[in-house]
């Protein structure tokens, strides 16, 4: 079945840095989705992607759509405190509007 | 902005007890959808509805069932709480004319002691 592989599982960085990760399928899609989810919330989110080569922004938040059509990458510039979370890329989950896949997730901390 | 509502943060529970989680979105959205949350098993979908009385099993339904009388409305319904329904328990719904995107809940943290 369709999987959603995304790195890294977790980062551990200083306020003011800049973040990146990436989130890898094995068929292509033709729709990427950023959500984050703070600690006892609900997912949120940040940013959708509909076409390869896409490059969509959200404040600091930037996302690109691969050009393979099998990936994402998600920025985040000048990391501040409150980006802590859990940032997960979800696609379709194959044949069905309704079914989403959802990475892994990849755990961020922010140092103040 | 699309608002999804769960009625309870958290819940407590006795194994055997009927349990009633419940989900009201003011979007008008067709879609709704019932997920429960993991460590290390990430979000798996339990039951989706795209219709009022329309319900899909998604890839986890065994213990669980669904109740969709209104369009805003979208009920999980557990028959009778084990321990291995501990769990946080998000429910999304999506516009049938939009993309994929799914919007969350905040979540019901479940306890079955």
């Known amino acids: 079945g369709q999987q959603l592989n995304q790195s890294p599982q977790s980062m551990f960085i200083q306020e003011g840095e800049d973040v990146s990760m990436n989130c890898t399928s094995s068929s292509i899609f033709n729709t990427w989705l950023w959500y984050k989810q703070d600690p006892g919330e609900g997912p949120v989110l940040l940013i959708a992607l509909y076409k390869a080569g896409e490059l969509t922004s959200n404040g600091r938040l930037t996302a690109q759509f691969g050009i393979t059509r099998k990936d994402s990458f998600l920025n985040i510039s000048a990391s501040i405190p409150s980006d802590v979370g859990i940032y997960f890329c979800a696609g379709p989950g194959g044949g069905a509007t309704n079914k989403l896949i959802f990475g892994t997730g990849t755990l961020l901390a922010v140092q103040p | ?113």
């Open chain 2, 1 to 113: 902005d699309v608002k999804v509502t769960q009625s309870s943060r958290y819940l407590v529970k006795r194994t055997g007890e009927k349990v009633f989680l419940e989900c009201v979105q003011d979007m008008d959205h067709e879609n709704m959808f019932w997920y429960r949350q993991d460590p290390g098993l990430g979000l798996r979908l339990i039951y989706f509805s795209y219709d009022v009385k329309m319900k899909e099993k998604g890839d986890i339904p065994e213990g669980y069932s669904v109740s969709r009388e209104k369009k805003e409305r979208f009920s999980l319904i557990l028959e009778s709480a084990s321990t291995n329904q501990t769990s946080m328990y998000l429910c999304a719904s999506r516009y049938t004319g939009g993309g994929y995107e799914q919007y969350f809940g905040p979540g019901t943290r479940l306890t079955v002691t």
